[in-house]
Every structure is written in C-alpha cells, then in structure tokens.
C-alpha cells in the first residue's frame, strides 16, 4: 500500500527561528495535504496543493508540491510557541480523493 | 455552531469486549470518515459513510464496523477487542465529493 514518510521525526528550535520539514511517497500523489495536531485534538488542515510544483503560502506557513509528485515541502517562518504540535503529511488513498492517508509526523518543539 | 463532536473522550475496556464509539458531524455536513491514531503515528482510515452507506474502506479487519443514521451522526464499533486496539480514534466529517474535513478531537480507547 501507500506510504508515507516525513523527515524530520523531531526537531528543537528556537523561537524567531526557521523550520523545514518534508515528506515523501511511495506513490505519486495528486494532492497533497498538510496538517497540524495540538495536544488533545484532531488535526487541523493548514494547506492543501493540488498540482505539481505548486507554492502555496498561509501566514507564515509555505508549502511546495514536489516536481515528481512524490514529495511535499512545508516551512515555518519564524517560529513562535503556538506552532509547537505535529505535522503530518496526507496523499489521498482513494480514487475520489475523500480520504487520505498519513504520514508518521514531525513533532516541532520550539524553545523559548 | 458545532463541530465535529465525539464520545466517549475515554474510554477502558477489556480484551474481547466489544466497544461502540459515536460521533456528530459538523452542522450541514453529511460525510463521516474514521480514523485510527496508534501512539505516535499518523491516522489510519477505518472506512467512510455517506447516505447510511460504507463507501470506502481502509485496510481494517471486520471487526470493525460502523453504522451512519439519517441525522447524518456515526457509530464505529469494533468486537473482539485486541490490545492493539487500544489508540485515539477520530471522526472527520466533510461534504460529500468534496476533500475538506473537520475532525473531532478523538476518543482515547485503551484495552487492557
């Protein structure tokens, strides 16, 4: 089946700081998804990217649909505390494109 | 106006039990999907529910099952209960044909 997988596992930074992240499929995918997990609660949708070398940005969150479609790029712009949780990377797992499977997460923690 | 809303939040129960989890979509929304979030994993799709039907299903055993009622709210249940059953498992509702979900916050379930 599909696989997903996201690089880094975990990353410390400090707050004002950069981040990057990434994620890679064992499939080519037609719409990438990024998501962000709070303690406690489900994840919730920051970007969507639906065509190949696409660059969409929300606030300070940037993210890039890779040329091969096997690959998706998030990145975080000066980081603040509130941007600590896990961010997953979702590829649909269905021909209708209504649900997805996920990646393993990255875990962001941001020093102060 | 509501989101997505789950219960039990918590939930222990025992090896072979059987165990109902239920879930109220957004307001307006008429599609439910299932997700099962093992401890520091990304979520898994159960199966989705639209018109009382399952209409797409993950790569689950039978033991899991679910019902959607005409007020559009959703039932997963699963028997035989395993200890690696025991993870967060969150609801997402959505318009039909249409990518973007809501989750709720999940229900913790440990078997034990």
């Known amino acids: 089946g599909q696989q997903l997988n996201q690089s880094p596992q975990s990353m410390f930074i400090q707050e004002g700081e950069d981040v990057s992240m990434n994620c890679t499929s064992s499939?080519?995918?037609?719409?990438w998804l990024w998501y962000k997990q709070d303690p406690g609660e489900g994840p919730v949708l920051l970007i969507a990217?639906?065509?190949?070398?696409e660059l969409t940005s929300n606030g300070r969150l940037t993210a890039q649909f890779g040329i091969t479609r096997k690959d998706s790029f998030l990145n975080i712009s000066a980081s603040i505390p509130s941007d600590v949780g896990i961010y997953f990377c979702?590829?649909?797992?269905?021909?209708?494109?209504?649900?997805?499977?996920f990646g393993p997460g990255t875990r962001l923690s941001v020093l102060p | 106006d509501a989101g997505v809303t789950q219960s039990p939040t918590h939930l222990i129960k025992t090896r072979g039990q059987q165990v109902t989890l239920r879930c109220s979509p957004k307001?307006?929304?008429?599609?439910v999907s299932w997700y099962q979030q093992a401890l520091g994993q990304g979520p898994q799709f159960i199966f989705q529910?639209?018109?009382?039907?399952?209409?797409q299903r993950g790569n689950f055993p039978d033991r899991f099952s679910g019902h959607q009622y005409p007020n559009y709210s959703s039932e997963l249940n699963v028997n035989a209960l395993l200890l690696g059953d025991s993870a967060l498992y969150l609801c997402?509702?959505?318009?039909?044909?249409?990518?973007?979900?809501?989750f709720g916050s999940g229900t913790r379930l440990t078997v034990v």
């Open positions: 997402a509702s959505s318009f039909w044909n249409y990518y973007g979900y809501t």
């Open positions: 499939s080519i995918f037609n719409t």
């Open positions: 990217l639906y065509k190949a070398g």
């Open positions: 979702a590829g649909p797992c269905d021909n209708y494109g209504q649900n997805f499977v």
């Open positions: 307001s307006g929304h008429d599609t």
């Open positions: 529910y639209y018109e009382e039907e399952e209409r």
